[in-house]
């Protein structure tokens, strides 16, 4: 049951063939079996999750109507704030704090009876492409447990991956949501920016940052969008529109005449051999589906990466100022006679890992009076190029398409020292994050040459996100009835379980 | 240009409120030249006719009714505090005078 899709568990709920306490459990007991290899998870909500749990199924006895995925047990990524659990962001600074509020996703998956089984490990404040700047250890890949799983959102990618959870949230600010995806062979949607609120998102680059859906199969990933997204007023930066019609999309895949553009600047030197195949592959089955491949050429996002870490820094350098050790979180050499800046400063280099005080100095830097306008002004200029890219090229295309990532996952600690080749995983997903539209990670096969998942990514106007999985509906459909059989079941089952 | 000393980290971190050792202000300073020479790319495109985007959308104020909501009590407020009195954030020594 573990190794159904969202779907299929609602399907056995409605029948009354197992209940949402039993689903739950073997949930439990799967992450109690192989999450001591994987890690994918900080805290474990065991009694919340089981009390939720009971209470849908009283709910469904009563003859109550349900939401789709009511009683479906879900992974949430450790930088949104559920009331009473530990959100620790994968930073020290906020070890044990236990947040006095919900989010509005945590709000929205509790109206839905979606069952919260814990939080899980990411990269310090979303920092990361590989989920090792956690404060509290890294993530495995459950493909190749010496491998990264992605980052910064590894450890709800990796939960999927390890059947640990069905469904799991994210949270994208260059790549965070699908990068991961992509490396372990899972689904995952950084939606329109504003499409999903970011009230009780702890903030990392407020222009950036997206929550969204991450699950084992399209039409999962569009009912736990669906769930999630919707205008909030307590977010000034939420869309006042309806959400994207997503599901009935994901049930369509139908892209008959459908333009789908390939952005050429997004292939070629750099990427893996075998993530070109897959990518050709893939393009191959959506123009035999229907749809028409055509180029199109987008020249500024060579500049994106450049831009994105002028931004993200600048942003975060202002975000993170209010770990001041005064109001909550932890606070270090607050002996009689210390002054209160004497007391941020220690407890900001003992709280904040490597990677954060790097972002932290660096946008402090770029906003600094006299390197102003050559770095963040020069890097805002940069989005507007990007975003000119983008327009240009939906006046071609409905959709546009890449690799997700240039490579699959690298081995743990490769690239740790090494800041530069760290940040170019981003180069495919970061120009979605700079316009703020749409942009989807869909597993596309595994690469001849290591045999890892490979990424294909979809990218849609803002607020037309229901054309990404219209897309991915049609791949995925195509590459199932190529390969026989979910991806997942190609990965090698961790620690002798099956 | 694209480079920093490690005086300028020093300076640098005193803004952030970071204490750095002497180890992690020399690191971060060799770092930062290759970071600043990938980043500086910027400047080849960032023309004087070109406008800034400071964000996604076209950001608008946003008002709502001026009514009393629901909101934390003093006690949820300060549950995270690592030092509360009286209902208020206990702090350390703010002005500089004698304690």
Redesign the interface.
Known sequence: MIRSSAVEMASALAKGEITSVALTQLHFDRIASVDTDVHAFLHLDTDGALAQAAAVDAKRAKGEKLSPLAGIPLALKDVLVQKGIPTTCGSKILEGWRPPYDSTVVTNLKNNDIIILGKTNMDEFAMGSSTENSAYGPTHNPWDLSRIPGGSGGGSAAALAAFEAPLAIGTDTGGSIRQPAAVTGTVGVKPTYGGVSRYGLVAFSSSLDQAGPCARTVLDTALLHEAIAGHDPRDSTSINAPVPNVVAAAKSGDVKGMKIGVVKELNGDGYQPGVRARFDESLELLAKAGAEIVEVSCPNFEYALAAYYLIAPSECSSNLARFDAMRYGLRVGDVDGASAEEVMNLTREVGFGREVKRRIILGTYALSSGYYDAYYGSAQKVRTLITQDFTSAFTKADVLVSPTCPTTAFKIGEKSNDPLAMYLNDIATIPVNMAGIGGMSLPSGVADEDGLPVGFQIMSPVMKDERMYLVGAALEAALLSKWGGPILSKAPSLGGLA | ?SS?SRDE?AN??R??????SEE?LVN?AS??T??LE??????????AD????????P?R??F?PDVTKPS?TPE??L?????SEEQR?R????L?EE?
């Open positions: 240009m920093l980290v640098l971190a803004l952030a409120r970071i204490e750095m992690e971060l770092e930062f290759v970071i990938a980043v500086a790319r910027v400047q080849e495109v960032a023309s070109v406008a800034p985007t400071s964000h996604p959308l950001l104020n946003v709502r934390l949820e407020a549950s995270g505090a690592p030092a954030f702090v350390p020594q703010i500089g304690a």
